[in-house]
C-alpha cells in the first residue's frame, strides 16, 4: 500500500477522537426501489481486514453506531500478504458486516485515503467507492463499498473460488501471522524508516530476503512489493 495510507493508519485514531463534528441523529431513508433502505451517508459494507476481530478494525471501532452480519453478491481475491479484498463484480456470496457510522463528515475523506480512492483520478485509484446493495437480517439496504479497481488487481491475486474468505483465511493463514516478534519489528522498521535512516543489515535480512520480503537495495535493505503490503497489515 502507499505511504499515505501508513499515514492513515498512525493518525485515524487520533482525528477521530478529536473530532469537531456533532453527530447527526440516525435515521434510515426508505426508498420507492424494492422497500430498499438507502443507507450511503452513513453505513459501509465491509469484508476483510476492517471486519470484526481483523487487524483493521481498531480503526474504525471509536465511530461504530451498530455492526450487521450482510452479504452481497460480487468478488472476493486474496492477496499474497494472506488478507481478502472485495470486488463488487462477480456472482458469489460475500458474507460481510454492514458497519452504520457516526461523525461521517470526516470519515468519509479518511476512508477514501485509506483505500487509496479519488474521485476526480478514478483510473489511478487502488479502489472505487460503489453503492451496492446488502442484506441483514432487518433488509435489504442500498450503502458504500471499496471495489477494488480491476486495473489495479495484483497479478499475484487468487480469486477465492467460492467466496468465503473467511474459511479461505482458516486454511490458510495470512503471512503477518507467520512472522516471528522479531521479524515484524524488523519489517515495521524498514516500512517507517525515512530516505536518510538506514536500517543495518542483520541475519533476519537475509531470511526475509530469501522469503521475498526484503530486497537489496546495494547499501541499504528495503522492503519488497509483497513486503509493503506486509507492513501494512501488521498494523
Same mark, same amino acid.
Given at each position: 500500500?502507499?505511504?499515505?495510507?501508513?499515514? /492513515?493508519?498512525? %493518525?485515524?485514531?487520533? @482525528?477521530?477522537?478529536?473530532?469537531?463534528?456533532?453527530?447527526?441523529? &440516525? !435515521?434510515?431513508?426508505? =426508498?420507492?426501489?424494492?422497500?430498499?433502505?438507502?443507507?450511503?451517508?452513513?453505513?459501509?459494507?465491509?469484508?476483510?481486514?476492517?471486519?470484526?476481530?481483523?487487524?483493521?478494525?481498531?480503526?474504525?471501532?471509536?465511530?461504530?453506531?451498530?455492526?450487521?452480519?450482510?452479504?452481497?453478491?460480487?468478488?472476493?481475491?486474496?492477496?499474497?500478504?494472506?488478507?481478502?479484498?472485495?470486488?463488487?463484480?462477480?456472482?458469489?456470496?460475500?458474507?460481510?458486516?454492514?458497519?452504520?457510522?457516526?461523525?461521517?463528515?470526516?470519515?468519509?475523506?479518511?476512508?477514501?485515503?485509506? /483505500?487509496?480512492? %479519488?474521485?476526480?483520478? @478514478?483510473?489511478?485509484?487502488?479502489?472505487?467507492?460503489?453503492?451496492? &446493495? !446488502?442484506?441483514?437480517? =432487518?433488509?435489504?439496504?442500498?450503502?458504500?463499498?471499496?471495489?477494488?479497481?480491476?486495473?489495479?488487481?495484483?497479478?499475484?491475486?487468487?480469486?477465492?473460488?467460492?467466496?468465503?474468505?473467511?474459511?479461505?483465511?482458516?486454511?490458510?493463514?495470512?503471512?503477518?501471522?507467520?512472522?516471528?516478534?522479531?521479524?515484524?519489528?524488523?519489517?515495521?522498521?524498514?516500512?517507517?524508516?525515512?530516505?536518510?535512516?538506514?536500517?543495518?543489515?542483520?541475519?533476519?535480512?537475509?531470511?526475509?530476503?530469501?522469503?521475498?520480503?526484503?530486497?537489496?537495495?546495494?547499501?541499504?535493505?528495503?522492503?519488497?512489493?509483497?513486503?509493503?503490503?506486509?507492513?501494512?497489515?501488521?498494523?
Amino acid at each position: 500500500m502507499k505511504s499515505m495510507q501508513r499515514k /492513515f493508519l498512525n %493518525s485515524f485514531e487520533l @482525528l477521530i477522537s478529536k473530532n469537531p463534528f456533532v453527530i447527526r441523529p &440516525h !435515521v434510515l431513508i426508505t =426508498s420507492s426501489k424494492e422497500g430498499i433502505k438507502n443507507m450511503l451517508n452513513h453505513a459501509l459494507f465491509v469484508c476483510g481486514s476492517l471486519c470484526q476481530g481483523m487487524v483493521h478494525h481498531k480503526l474504525l471501532q471509536d465511530s461504530i453506531l451498530k455492526v450487521s452480519p450482510a452479504v452481497t453478491q460480487g468478488n472476493a481475491y486474496r492477496l499474497e500478504v494472506g488478507y481478502p479484498v472485495f470486488s463488487a463484480t462477480g456472482t458469489n456470496s460475500i458474507q460481510g458486516e454492514l458497519i452504520e457510522l457516526k461523525a461521517t463528515e470526516i470519515l468519509w475523506p479518511l476512508l477514501d485515503q485509506f /483505500f487509496s480512492f %479519488s474521485e476526480d483520478k @478514478l483510473e489511478k485509484s487502488l479502489f472505487h467507492r460503489k453503492p451496492i &446493495h !446488502v442484506t441483514t437480517d =432487518s433488509g435489504v439496504f442500498e450503502v458504500f463499498a471499496y471495489s477494488i479497481n480491476p486495473t489495479k488487481m495484483p497479478k499475484t491475486a487468487k480469486l477465492i473460488l467460492d467466496g468465503d474468505w473467511r474459511k479461505d483465511i482458516k486454511l490458510t493463514a495470512p503471512v503477518t501471522t507467520e512472522l516471528t516478534v522479531d521479524e515484524a519489528d524488523y519489517i515495521k522498521k524498514l516500512g517507517k524508516c525515512t530516505g536518510r535512516e538506514i536500517v543495518p543489515y542483520t541475519p533476519l535480512t537475509r531470511e526475509l530476503e530469501k522469503r521475498g520480503i526484503v530486497v537489496d537495495k546495494g547499501r541499504r535493505p528495503a522492503l519488497t512489493k509483497l513486503g509493503k503490503e506486509i507492513f501494512h497489515y501488521l498494523g
